[in-house]
């Protein structure tokens, strides 16, 4: 195995003996490219250094006495995909000796190229390894294509691959139709995994078709594809996780909770998940099933590298909304004493303090606390949606009403934060806030006379396609708005009369005269506007479609 060492591996477990081990194994393939890591954190400090070709990760990363003192290899394996340590080709071999199904069935779901039962002989882990790497190497042309951001080249090139190398086909059509629905090629990916189950019926693809379809809306056959797929293979946990999604985008939020309650008890360790279940529970206000997930996300989180303060506020929130004062006011104490200081851990800290002091009936430090959550806000980073709109329900409750238009004003601008203006104004008429929610209209009306007047003087000067980016920009926010739908569609038609027909451009300005003709059929630029479409339609001889 001369030709594998140039391959870097890095060795995560506790136990020196078997790091010795498995270092003496892989001398025997020459790699001697190695590195090791006696714990997940250490192992995180090592994969933001530099990349390794191969980790081979103990399970159990504890202190060998059963005492957890750090992530397990599963939740290690899930903060590296998920925060993006790894790229798609590292190899990540779980070795384990553990006899508890359900962690090990944990560990399987997070997709590791492989996992190894303890004790196994030198031959066996190479015979793993040589397996992966020849593998890998099928593959690692497209990978890198992705990588440079080339992923339409990649596309064709896997498709290209499925008929050069019939050994992996397969997996070169599974890898096509993830990248389709990477890119939004939803109706393409969709296509791709039922070609997959044409010829191979495979979880994994009716997994991907499910994903496909849901993400197309189709929640109904996206729920049937799941339900039929966990009757055959009821292990297949990604499958529960995704059907959770798919009741509640159906409004049944029971069901969802069900379901991942029925996922959490096959496989109990997956932090997203339980968070995920914590969340619907509360929702559907079962508190007694959200405090016991949220403790469990807090706890297992424990010993990340990527603690996340808001698990803290969603577990004091929900022993708030149980009356539990005395545990609320340990687990702040809790997050005070664990968590680094910074933007983030301060805004939480902040948010779950006024939660507490007006649960106690003190309004006056609960106002404080949130004014200073709303200040340090601005500092803060990667803080979720979620959390920030529920600072705008607590500042209402406590009376702090220009601090809650102020922050849901911000939301609103923020194109990452996916509120729209039409949200922000329900955010407040769901409070009985009519006030606040026709001060949000006023403020919202004023935005969207500058875009038009920003767009309108982009058209005067000759810059179309700025215009129409303008406007469209405007519309993500307010896709219903029935002043920048028409100014859309006007500035579209003007590009497309003035600098020639875009076949995806025409589509869209077909779009939005739809969505006004179902919000205001007797709108007076309707008419006007869909007869433009058509005379620009037959200036370009495009076929018109009823």
């Given at each position: 195995m001369a030709e594998y060492s140039d391959l870097s591996v890095l060795i995560v477990d506790p136990n020196p003996g078997m790091r010795g081990n498995l270092h003496n194994m892989l001398s025997q393939a020459s790699i001697t490219k190695i590195d090791y890591a006696v714990s997940s954190g250490t192992a995180i400090r090592q994969l933001t250094k530099k990349p390794f070709d191969i980790i081979l990760c103990e399970y159990d990363l504890g202190n060998g006495s059963g005492e957890a003192n750090g992530q397990d290899g599963q939740q290690l394996l899930e903060d590296l995909r998920h925060h993006k340590l790894i790229t798609p080709w590292t190899i990540f071999i779980m070795l384990t000796s553990e006899g508890e199904y359900g962690k090990v069935i944990g560990a399987a779901e997070l997709t590791p190229t492989d996992y190894v039962l303890k004790p196994f002989t030198v031959d066996a882990l190479l015979q793993r390894l040589q397996r992966a790497v020849d593998r890998r190497a099928s593959f690692l042309p497209i990978y890198q294509l992705v990588e440079m951001g080339n992923v339409r080249r990649a596309i064709t090139e896997a498709k290209a691959a499925e008929e050069k190398t019939p050994r992996y086909a397969v997996d070169f059509a599974r890898l096509r139709a993830e990248l389709l629905f990477s890119i939004d090629e939803l109706a393409e990916a969709e296509t791709a995994y039922l070609w997959i189950l044409m010829t191979r019926p495979v979880a994994w693809a009716h997994l991907g078709l499910a994903r496909c379809r849901f993400g197309l809306q189709k929640h109904l056959e996206a729920q049937e594809t799941l339900s039929l797929l966990l009757e055959q293979n009821p292990r297949y946990m990604a499958a529960y996780d995704l059907l959770a999604r798919c009741h509640q985008a159906l409004g049944q939020q029971e069901a969802a909770k069900k379901i991942l309650e029925d996922a959490v008890a096959i496989s109990p360790h997956m932090v997203r998940r339980l968070r995920h279940l914590g969340d619907v529970a509360f929702e559907t206000g079962d508190v007694g099933v959200a405090e016991k997930a949220f403790k469990q996300v807090v706890a297992k989180a424990k010993y990340s590298e990527f603690r996340d303060p808001e698990d803290h506020v969603k577990l004091v929130k929900t022993l708030v909304k149980k009356g539990d004062a005395h545990q609320a006011s340990g687990v702040i104490r809790d997050m005070e004493r664990s968590l680094r200081s910074?933007?983030?851990?301060?805004?939480?800290?902040?948010?779950?303090?006024?939660?507490?002091?007006?649960?106690?009936?003190?309004?006056?430090?609960?106002?404080?606390?949130?004014?200073?959550?709303?200040?340090?806000?601005?500092?803060?980073?990667?803080?979720?949606?979620?959390?920030?709109?529920?600072?705008?329900?607590?500042?209402?409750?406590?009376?702090?009403?220009?601090?809650?238009?102020?922050?849901?004003?911000?939301?609103?601008?923020?194109?990452?934060?996916?509120?729209?203006?039409?949200?922000?104004?329900?955010?407040?008429?769901?409070?009985?806030?009519?006030d606040l929610a026709q001060g949000m209209g006023e403020q919202i009306k004023i935005q969207v006379d500058e875009l038009i007047a920003h767009a309108s003087e982009q058209r005067s000067h000759g810059d179309l396609r700025a215009a129409v980016d303008t406007l469209s920009a405007g519309l993500r926010k307010a896709p219903g708005n029935m002043a920048l739908l028409p100014a859309a569609a006007s500035a579209i038609l003007k590009q497309l009369d003035d600098l020639g027909w875009e076949a995806p451009l025409a589509e869209h300005c077909q779009f939005l005269l739809e969505r006004m003709r179902r919000l205001d059929p007797a709108h007076p630029s309707l008419e006007t506007l869909t007869a433009q479409y058509n005379h620009t339609q037959r200036k370009y001889g495009i076929s018109a479609v009823a």
């Open positions: 910074g933007p983030n851990v301060d805004v939480c800290r902040a948010i779950a303090a006024g939660l507490l002091q007006e649960m106690t009936g003190n309004l006056t430090a609960a106002a404080t606390e949130l004014t200073n959550a709303v200040n340090a806000v601005a500092g803060s980073r990667g803080l979720s949606t979620g959390l920030k709109v529920g600072l705008v329900h607590s500042c209402l409750a406590v009376k702090l009403d220009q601090q809650a238009s102020d922050l849901m004003l911000n939301l609103m601008n923020d194109t990452d934060s996916g509120v729209s203006m039409d949200d922000a104004v329900q955010v407040f008429e769901k409070a009985g806030r009519h």
